[in-house]
């Protein structure tokens, strides 16, 4: 039996304990927030044998075997480190750190340590992306030759809200940016020509960025994370012989539409469990159980070049933190 710890019990934390009861094999053992009764609510609503006023507390939990951590953007390299420092493996919401600096001195402690770390990216574990990656394989739709991506609604505009805050990270690169990017990077690799513009708030976070990509082998990007409008959130490859549509919400679609050229399009069906934090759950088991210290699907190496794209782009529309 897998243990899981959480720490950082918002939205997305209830989501992922929802999914964890549904995995074979894994068990909430404990949670942690700052605030106790939110701990001990948190933990009678998901059976947590256990419940602190204290991160540190869930990472000495000696039953724990790995600890899921969903605080702030900001805060994930601290905790991430704590956690690693404390013996845990880890399984981190995205972004992974604020910089790359952070990524790569977390991904080298893990190694130290012999840990297993991991970015909690649940859109590389969902089914439809797979059989995305599986079309491709088999040449269903040619050559890529582009890819449009966005991902778009209109935030709240509390200075106080995490995606609005700059000393937590906010913007709509790193919350949802990263997305329309990754899917990018997944298809067709890294990167070797990236242009950005973005329109900055006054509080100097993008509340829309555009990002233009070229590929090695000549493909295009063309993608858009924004907080101003409600956008299609689908995300389009168009290659030789058709295309492939990722409906919205693409980055975790249950509905995939190819069109092969002068044919009819055809609608694939492929249903998430839960709400689609079980995949992503059985992986990290898999791979704790196989003493992996990183996963083959969103490996070291997935997330350092992530983090190098976001931190080159940061860098083009003059978004510091």
């Not at 549904?22 to 419940?51: I, P, W, Y």
């Not at 905790?79 to 001195?105: D, Y």
Request: glycine share 6%; hydrophobic share 45%; proline share 3%.
């Amino acid at each position: 039996m897998v243990k899981f710890g959480i720490i950082g019990l918002g939205k997305v934390a209830h989501k992922f304990a929802h999914d964890l009861a549904l995995v074979d094999g894994c068990v909430l053992q404990a949670v942690g927030s700052r605030n106790l009764k939110k701990a001990r609510k948190f933990a009678t609503e998901h059976q947590a044998t256990q419940f602190y006023s204290s991160y540190e507390e869930v990472a000495a939990d000696p039953e724990i075997a790995i600890i899921y951590i969903a605080t702030p953007h900001v805060f994930h390299f601290e905790n991430t480190m704590m956690c690693l420092h404390a013996g845990k493996a880890v399984i981190c919401e995205k972004p992974f750190a604020m910089n790359l600096e952070e990524v790569e001195i977390m991904i080298q402690t893990a190694k130290d340590k012999n840990l297993f770390l991991m970015e909690a990216l649940w859109t590389r574990f969902i089914p439809s992306t797979l059989k995305v990656i599986e079309l491709m394989e088999q040449n269903t739709i040619g050559k890529i030759h582009s890819i449009q991506a966005n991902f778009g609604y209109v935030a709240t505009t509390d200075p106080t809200s995490r995606l609005i805050a700059r000393e937590l990270g906010g913007g709509s690169l790193l919350d949802i940016g990263i997305y329309p990017i990754f899917i990018s990077l997944l298809l067709l690799g890294t990167p070797v020509e990236t242009a950005s513009i973005a329109q900055l708030s006054k509080t100097g976070i993008d509340q829309h960025c555009a990002m233009l990509m070229k590929f090695k082998n000549g493909a295009t990007a063309i993608l858009e994370s924004t907080f101003l409008t409600m956008t299609s959130n689908e995300a389009a490859l168009y290659g030789s012989k058709g295309k492939i549509t990722m409906q919205a919400p693409f980055h975790h679609t249950e509905k995939i539409v190819v069109e092969i050229n002068g044919t009819e399009p055809y609608q694939i069906a492929s249903p998430m469990i839960g709400n689609g934090y079980a995949h992503e759950i059985e992986e990290v088991k898999n791979c704790l159980i196989a003493g992996k210290i990183e996963s083959d699907k969103m490996s070291f190496i997935n997330s350092l070049e992530l983090m190098k794209t976001l931190d080159l782009i940061r860098s083009q529309v003059n978004l510091t933190y």
